[in-house]
């Protein structure tokens, strides 16, 4: 049980377009889903908090125009990098978490390199 | 300032030597602490929940332990198979989002 998928697990893509990721939870209802940036050899940086059916909630420093997020059902969250650029290279991770449950449940990761 | 310290930042190991990571944090109120596995270019396993001082958990090799200032994540007798890096993150009461605070984590290596 408690599995997240996240597609693609990795994309190159030309510096100026726009990436779409997306995040599934595949056998529960995911009411609270969050957005992480891993760097190498670091450790998780949270970039947004989206609850099901609400605006994304962004930290500190986050772009929202160009990280745009979208939890329009409880199985399905986005994150979009629009405009991306070569410093948007980066390693990212969604979770999900259900109602009456503290845990966060991870997905994959996503690798992106923006040439 | 709600805060977590893992120690040490990497750990090398022989196989089946037992060994213990540390997890100390400073919350305003602890709702839960977490431990999760990470692997290269993955995204972090859960592991365990804990929420009061005094309870342990155990899977297989581990075992973690809380009390009011610190978690332990022990292993015993590890395999190589056990190298990973391991999480920790708290949260905290009173946070509607129920976001998590993590620590830098422990590098574990396990040498057959």
């Known amino acids: 049980g408690a599995v997240v998928s996240q597609h693609p697990s990795w994309v190159i893509c030309k510096s100026g377009t726009s990436v779409k990721i997306e995040c599934r939870s595949l056998?529960?209802?995911?009411?609270?889903m969050f957005w992480y940036r891993q760097f190498p050899k670091q450790s998780l940086m949270l970039m947004a908090t989206?609850?099901?059916?609400?605006?994304?909630?962004?930290e500190q420093g986050v772009e929202k125009d160009k990280f745009l997020i979208n939890h329009a059902s409880l199985t399905l969250s986005t994150l979009t990098v629009t405009s991306a650029h070569p410093e948007d290279s980066s390693f990212y991770i969604c979770?999900?978490?259900?109602?009456?449950?503290?845990?966060?449940?991870f997905g994959p990761g996503t690798r992106l390199t923006v040439l | 300032e709600d805060q977590v310290t893992q120690s040490p930042e990497a750990l090398r190991l022989q196989e089946g030597e037992s060994s213990s990571l540390n997890c100390s944090y400073t919350?305003?109120?602890?709702?839960?602490l977490f431990w999760y596995r990470q692997d290269p270019g993955k995204g972090p396993e859960f592991l365990f929940t804990?929420?009061?001082?005094?309870e342990e958990k155990e899977k297989e090799r581990l075992k973690a332990t809380l009390t009011k200032k610190e978690s332990f994540l022990h292993i015993t007798a590890p395999k190589p198979e056990d190298s990973a890096t391991y999480l920790c993150?708290?949260?905290?009461?009173?946070?509607?989002?129920?976001?998590?605070?993590w620590g830098a984590g422990t590098k574990l290596i396990i040498k057959p």
């Open positions: 993150a708290v949260q905290a009461l009173g946070d509607s989002n129920y976001q998590l605070i």
């Open positions: 989206s609850n099901e059916g609400s605006k994304a909630t962004y």
């Open positions: 804990l929420y009061s001082a005094g």
């Open positions: 919350v305003s109120g602890l709702r839960g």
């Open positions: 979770s999900a978490k259900s109602s009456g449950h503290n845990e966060q449940f």
């Open positions: 056998d529960f209802q995911a009411t609270t």
